[in-house]
Nanobody, 125 residues
Framework: QVQLVESGGGLVQAGGSLRLPCAASGRTFSSFAMGWFRQAPGKEREFVAGISKSGGRTSYADSVKGRFTISRDNAKNTVYLHMNSLKPEDTAVYYC??????????????????WGQGTQVTVSS
């Protein structure tokens, strides 16, 4: 088991920035590929970004490419989502996810096993 706790959400104006940390505990963090998902009201949860367990490979949804960056610090057991140039359509609950994997060079877009409780991000126009 791994426990994931997101933080850093809040209200921000369009064009602004936020950084979402997700702290992991309970298992060896470097064994997990990590990802971020989001769910807006009335919509299904969608993939935002993924990072390999080594940190060397990333993957992004087209809607956030060039604006969001995923990173990880294995020494701190934390994965981050850096969000720039935020838009009102980025408003959602953001979830951190983990997937235990043998492969060090794969960033996954689906198939995650562990989820955090979510943090609300609201972007005002």
């Amino acid at each position: 088991q791994v426990q994931l706790v997101e933080s850093g959400g809040g209200l921000v104006q369009a064009g602004g920035s936020l950084r979402l940390p997700c702290a992991a505990s309970g298992r060896t963090f470097s064994s997990f590929a990590m990802g971020w998902f989001r769910q807006a009201p009335g919509k299904e949860r969608e993939f935002v970004a993924g990072i390999s367990k080594s940190g060397g490979r990333t993957s992004y949804a087209d809607s956030v490419k060039g604006r969001f960056t995923i990173s990880r610090d294995n020494a701190k057991n934390t994965v981050y989502l850096h969000m720039n140039s935020l838009k009102p359509e980025d408003t959602a609950v953001y979830y951190c996810a983990g997937k235990e994997t043998y492969y060090s060079g794969t960033a996954y877009r689906s198939g995650y096993d562990y989820w955090g409780q979510g943090t609300q991000v609201t972007v005002s126009s």
